[in-house]
Every structure is written in structure tokens, then in C-alpha cells.
């Protein structure tokens, strides 16, 4: 098999580049973890940026960049981490009680 049949198969079965599985699993982790810290106090919701549903998200909040938060109808997008995302969190619990 050439090289670029190779790659052409690969792309095939994992049609996301390597950067943007990082990312999704950066993002899955802490979500992962952030369901456990808030203990059911916060809804998540993960929705795919090429889907209908992500295309039309992006549409309403102006989403360009990837990957972005909306919390309170209000977009975030984590510039370094996922730690303002906590603050911003932890923001709207203690403003809720």
C-alpha cells in the first residue's frame, strides 16, 4: 500500500486530526472531573462543533474559535486551561444562593 493510501485509510477510521483529539480529551477530562467537584450542581453539555446543532450554537453566541463554553447564554472561550472556566462556575454558584 502507498503512503497515500496509507494515510488516506487512517483518515478514514480517525477523521480528526491529532491536535483536535488532544483538545476533546483535554476537554472530556475535565468535564470528567468537574462533574465530580460540583456533585450534580452543574449540567454539561458537549456538543460537536460540525454538527447541525454546533453550527447553529456557533451562529447564535458567535463562536469562531474551539472549544468554547456558554454559560448563562454568555460564550467563554479558555484562553489558557481550563481553570477560568472553574472560576466562572464557581462565579455563577455563589451568586445563585
Known amino acids: 500500500m502507498t503512503t497515500v493510501g496509507r494515510s488516506s485509510k487512517e483518515a478514514l477510521q480517525n477523521p480528526m486530526p491529532p491536535n483536535a483529539i488532544e483538545a476533546y480529551k483535554s476537554l472530556s477530562d475535565w468535564v470528567s472531573h468537574a462533574v465530580r467537584r460540583y456533585n450534580g450542581k452543574v449540567t454539561f453539555q458537549i456538543v460537536d462543533a460540525v454538527s447541525i446543532e454546533g453550527f447553529l450554537l456557533s451562529l447564535r453566541y458567535g463562536i469562531r474559535k474551539y472549544p468554547a463554553v456558554i454559560i448563562d447564554w454568555n460564550k467563554l472561550q479558555p484562553k489558557s486551561g481550563f481553570g477560568e472556566l472553574d472560576h466562572a462556575i464557581k462565579?455563577?454558584?455563589?451568586?445563585?444562593?
Open 91 to 97: 462565579m455563577r454558584l455563589t451568586s445563585s444562593v
